[in-house]
């Protein structure tokens, strides 16, 4: 065992949530120790975010193609899967290789070390035969890992996860993905739009199944017509594997493909981290937190590991309100009411705040207000591919909306006016009395608003 190095802080997981503090605290002039055993960045500009957009920018622009017909003349549609995987490799990903992102914490005036880190005790992390002592304390954001569902004879099988997916140079002639999720129902629409017949399985009655039922009938709807067969309320009981893939079913049905992609959540990266060495819960699915995302005493938390949304703009969220508090910088502390998110398909679902149900579980009276798309001036003028709808949720008690979702064309858009209304408690009459430009896909949400009454 080496000396002990005395530092500030260790970050231990350089995803987007670590990569952030560690570069800010370091900025800041602290001693800081970054600690990552994969690439710097994490799953979001390698395996997530950005790669799988920049497959989604290919697929809609196959279906902008397709949809000439009837608008502007003919169209021949060619899909080549080929400058889609170029792209990836060389423009997102750079083959996989995070030099530029170490670089950009070293840069800051960080360490960074490559290897796992295992927490000794209070403050102390040791990382092969280096031991290091953090003064202030250490930041926990090691993230998530895809769910493998103890499925019978899933284990051994050639099956891919996310990041299979993105790493994809060819595509396969046919694909069958568990779980109807964010992620499954992304990767289904690109891989149909390239000729891929995709099947999605998905145990509960609906894909989607934690955004409003409307936003599982659009993206029912839109997959379908894009050819994917979407099966809901039956699991996957057996899977085998002989050069292709054949899934059971719960109700005796099979189906087969020549690839598995499993989509059936994430969950939190905890087990072998020696929290139990600092009074936290090694088999707990998250860190809880308080609103300084302090775990425990000199323990911070950021991104996924909290369980308040796997997405890159929550860790960047959590990451600010953690170095504000480390450095004793104040201002205001998490707060969860106006959680946005977007799933990228096409149409495009934004959403922030509560649904229709979680309102009505938690609230005395709430009103709902909804128009679809097709039913207003701009997406009557946009025609083909204007699926969609504009939904507020409201506590009418309060006079106040705390939920929305907005599908459409520009649907992740669209819901950042309503995220700024959900955040800030914007009274309804205000919102009544705002101007929306014409004929815009936003001012739809003028619309949804009068439907309020």
């Given at each position: 065992?080496?000396?002990?190095?005395?530092?500030?802080?260790?970050?231990?997981g350089?995803?987007?949530?670590?990569?952030?503090?560690?570069?800010?605290?370091?900025?800041?002039?602290?001693?800081?120790?970054g600690?990552?055993h994969?690439?710097?960045?994490?799953?979001?500009?390698?395996?997530?975010?950005i790669p799988?957009?920049?497959?989604?920018?290919?697929?809609s622009?196959?279906?902008?193609?397709?949809r000439?017909?009837?608008?502007?003349?003919?169209?021949?549609?060619e899909?080549?899967?080929?400058?889609?995987?170029?792209?990836?490799?060389?423009?997102?990903?750079?083959?996989?290789?995070?030099?530029a992102?170490?670089?950009?914490?070293?840069?800051?005036g960080?360490?960074?070390v490559?290897?796992?880190?295992?927490i000794?005790g209070?403050?102390?992390?040791?990382?092969?035969?280096?031991?290091?002592?953090?003064a202030?304390?250490?930041?926990?954001?090691?993230?998530t890992?895809?769910?493998?569902?103890?499925?019978?004879g899933?284990?051994?099988?050639?099956?891919?996860t996310?990041?299979?997916?993105?790493?994809?140079?060819?595509?396969?002639?046919?694909?069958?993905?568990?779980?109807g999720?964010?992620?499954?129902?992304?990767?289904?629409?690109?891989?149909?739009?390239?000729?891929?017949?995709?099947?999605?399985?998905?145990?509960?009655?609906?894909?989607?199944?934690?955004?409003?039922?409307?936003?599982?009938?659009?993206?029912?709807?839109?997959?379908?017509?894009?050819?994917?067969?979407?099966?809901?309320?039956?699991?996957?009981?057996h899977v085998?594997?002989?050069?292709?893939?054949?899934?059971?079913?719960?109700?005796?049905?099979?189906v087969?493909?020549?690839?598995?992609?499993v989509?059936?959540?994430?969950?939190?990266?905890?087990?072998?981290?020696g929290?139990?060495?600092i009074?936290?819960?090694?088999?707990?699915?998250?860190?809880?937190?308080?609103?300084?995302m302090?775990?425990?005493?000199?323990?911070?938390a950021?991104?996924?590991?909290?369980?308040n949304?796997?997405f890159?703009?929550?860790?960047?969220?959590?990451?600010?309100?953690?170095?504000?508090?480390?450095?004793g910088?104040?201002?205001?502390?998490?707060?969860?009411?106006?959680?946005?998110?977007?799933?990228?398909?096409?149409?495009?679902?934004?959403?922030?705040?509560?649904?229709?149900?979680?309102?009505?579980?938690?609230?005395?009276?709430?009103?709902?207000g909804?128009?679809?798309?097709?039913?207003t001036?701009?997406?009557?003028?946009?025609?083909?591919?204007?699926?969609?709808?504009?939904?507020?949720?409201?506590?009418?008690?309060r006079?106040?909306?705390?939920?929305?979702?907005?599908a459409?064309?520009?649907?992740?858009?669209?819901i950042?006016?309503?995220?700024?209304?959900?955040?800030?408690?914007?009274?309804?009459?205000?919102?009544?009395?705002?101007?929306?430009?014409?004929?815009?896909?936003?001012?739809?949400?003028?619309?949804a608003?009068?439907?309020?009454?």
């Open positions: 065992m080496g000396d002990v190095r005395n530092v500030d802080v260790v970050v231990i350089l995803g987007v949530g670590g990569e952030e503090a560690a570069g800010r605290l370091a900025s800041a002039g602290l001693d800081v120790v600690v990552e994969n690439l710097v960045g994490g799953e979001c500009p390698y395996w997530g975010c799988t957009k920049m497959m989604v920018r290919a697929g622009a196959l279906a902008e193609a397709r000439i017909p009837g608008l502007a003349g003919a169209s021949t549609v899909p080549d899967w080929t400058p889609v995987a170029g792209r990836v490799r060389d423009e997102a990903t750079d083959d996989w290789n995070d030099k992102a170490v670089d950009r914490l070293t840069g800051k960080g360490t960074f490559r290897g796992r880190a295992t000794t209070p403050g102390r992390v040791r990382v092969g035969e280096q031991e290091y002592a953090a202030r304390g250490l930041v926990l954001a090691t993230g890992v895809a769910v493998i569902p103890p499925i019978d899933l284990a051994g099988t050639p099956y891919w996310n990041r299979d997916a993105v790493e994809a140079a060819t595509l396969p002639g046919s694909l069958i993905i568990l779980g999720g964010a992620i499954g129902c992304e990767f289904a629409q690109v891989f149909a739009r390239f000729g891929v017949a995709v099947t999605i399985i998905e145990g509960s009655g609906r894909i989607l199944a934690m955004e409003e039922p409307e936003s599982s009938e659009v993206a029912t709807g839109v997959l379908t017509a894009d050819g994917v067969t979407v099966r809901t309320g039956v699991r996957a009981t085998s594997h002989d050069g292709a893939f054949t899934v059971t079913l719960t109700d005796g049905s099979t087969t493909g020549d690839r598995l992609l989509a059936t959540g994430r969950a939190a990266r905890l087990g072998d981290l929290l139990e060495t009074g936290l819960d090694p088999g707990a699915r998250f860190l809880s937190t308080d609103d300084r302090r775990a425990a005493d000199r323990v911070w950021v991104g996924d590991v909290t369980g949304g796997n890159t703009h929550m860790a960047m969220y959590e990451a600010d309100i953690a170095v504000r508090d480390i450095l910088q104040g201002g205001p502390g998490a707060d969860y009411r106006a959680r946005p998110r977007v799933t990228f398909l096409d149409p495009e679902i934004g959403a922030v705040g509560l649904t229709e149900q979680q309102a009505r579980d938690t609230l005395t009276d709430v009103r709902v909804h128009v679809p798309l097709s039913a001036s701009r997406g009557f003028v946009h025609g083909p591919g204007n699926e969609g709808f504009i939904k507020v949720v409201a506590d009418h008690e006079g106040v909306l705390v939920g929305a979702t907005t459409g064309p520009a649907g992740g858009e669209m950042g006016a309503l995220a700024v209304a959900v955040h800030a408690e914007v009274p309804i009459s205000t919102l009544h009395s705002q101007i929306w430009a014409y004929p815009t896909f936003h001012r739809g949400i003028g619309d608003l009068k439907a309020l009454a």
